[in-house]
């Protein structure tokens, strides 16, 4: 397929959700915390992990899936750096984003080097490249925060905020207030506070009944 005829297929997000939940309770079933998704990769749906060196200052990715969906390919230095587990249990995510919503567009492009895929990003449109990008985020988002799990620990912070009789800054600038228990609330989850303040949103979670 010519890039310039690439269309991402629209997917509603709460069918998006769905299909997160639902590889979240087969290939984690034990539900623990944080979810291990290097693991989901490599032992439960048995894809290599690749790592090569300077993919990120090539073409700025932390990783990408192969076009032959047989692995991931991942910045050699991430990965191996514990430093960075938080920001690869994402990429990972992202990347199995692809793989379950994707396979379709994989299937039709022939890119099997960072060099390709620069060059496939930069052909394709922006806005499809955005929602293709946008859809594996959100993807891995749900599968990293589950509803009821991110829902408790809001029920926490909450309960301390009223223990504390803060919860007029709370009512007055939640956002503020989200900042402020963000480093907090992604712990468990294993996810940077973008994230957790993305999902705490996105799933109407905050600003929390009071």
């Known amino acids: 397929m010519d890039p310039d005829d690439f269309k991402c297929r629209w ?13 979240r309770d087969k290939y984690w079933p ?29 073409v700025d990715m932390d990783a990408y899936l192969k076009m ?16 960075f587990v938080n920001r690869m249990r994402f990429s990972f995510a992202h990347e199995l984003g692809h793989f379950f919503l994707h396979q379709d567009i994989f299937s039709t492009f022939n890119v099997n080097s960072p060099e390709d895929w620069k060059n496939f990003i930069l052909t ?10 946008w859809q594996a985020n959100e993807f891995a988002g749900r599968l990293l925060v589950p509803y009821p799990d991110l829902n408790r620990e809001i029920e926490k912070i909450v309960e301390v905020v009223k223990k504390s009789n803060l919860a007029h800054y709370l009512q007055n600038d939640p956002d503020a207030v989200l900042s402020r228990v963000s480093p907090m609330l992604c712990k ?22 009071l």
Not at 45 to 51: D, G, R, V
Not at 68 to 83: A, C, P, Q, R, S
Not at 190 to 205: H, N, W
């Open 124 to 133: 394709v449109s922006e806005n499809e490249y955005r929602n293709f990008e």
């Open 188 to 209: 468990p989850f294993g996810v940077s506070t973008d994230v957790i303040e993305r999902r705490a949103e996105r799933k109407g979670l905050w600003p929390p009944l």
């Open 68 to 83: 032959d969906l047989t692995g991931i390919v991942v910045d050699h230095d991430f990965y191996m750096n514990e430093k």
């Open 30 to 58: 034990a539900m623990t915390l944080p979810i291990d998704t290097e693991h989901i990769v490599e032992f439960r749906l048995k894809l290599e992990i690749e790592p090569q060196h300077s993919l990120f200052s090539t």
């Open 11 to 23: 997917i509603d997000k709460k069918d998006l959700w769905k299909i997160a939940d639902n590889v």
